[in-house]
């Protein structure tokens, strides 16, 4: 998939805002394999903002990387509400970062049920003293991974405006 002109116009929009809030971030993706974090360091200059980023494409690594607990994963599945919450807290706990954002989906074309079709995803995004935000979508079974994995990279990252300016 490439990275299309809103995606990097959309990176450039919020690595300004956090310049001027003087925040850092960290990602940490499953469905979208690091296209959060590799639009935004597209950018040159990203450096002073994105501090890091985790592609935790399996349950293990959810679980070994940000500290997902098991029971979780087990109880709920990778693509929930209470998976990408543990993802985007255990991702603030691990790093330096003021802001983190997870995402956990299913991307297609394959891979969904009748309970977690094609298309859902769950965004968490965490910042320390705030309560966590959580948004699920459903972009639809009839959207092409490339469309889910994109419309995810965009809803993170409003996500993640939301908490830079956040009181």
């Not at 299309?4 to 805002?17: C, D, F, G, K, V």
């Not at 500290?67 to 599945?77: A, I, M």
């Not at 459903?138 to 830079?164: N, T």
């Amino acid at each position: 998939m490439t990275i299309t002109p809103e995606i990097i116009q959309q990176a450039e929009e919020l690595l300004a805002l956090y310049r001027r809030f003087r925040l850092t971030l960290a990602t940490v993706e499953s469905c979208t394999g690091g296209l959060a974090a590799g639009a935004l360091t597209a950018i040159p200059g990203s450096s002073d903002v994105v501090d890091r980023a985790w592609v935790t494409y399996s349950n293990r690594a959810k679980h070994e990387m940000v500290g997902v607990p098991k029971e979780t994963l087990e109880r709920f599945g990778a693509v929930s509400e209470q998976t990408a919450r543990a993802m985007a807290v255990g991702a603030l706990s691990r790093c330096p970062a003021n802001v983190t954002v997870a995402i956990t989906g299913i991307a297609g074309p394959g891979g969904g049920t009748e309970d977690k079709p094609v298309g859902l995803v769950h965004f968490a995004a965490a910042r320390e003293g705030r309560e966590t935000l959580h948004v699920e979508r459903r972009f639809g079974e009839e959207s092409s991974r490339d469309a889910i994995r994109a419309a995810s990279v965009l809803q993170a990252f409003e996500l993640l405006r939301e908490m830079a300016v956040a009181d």
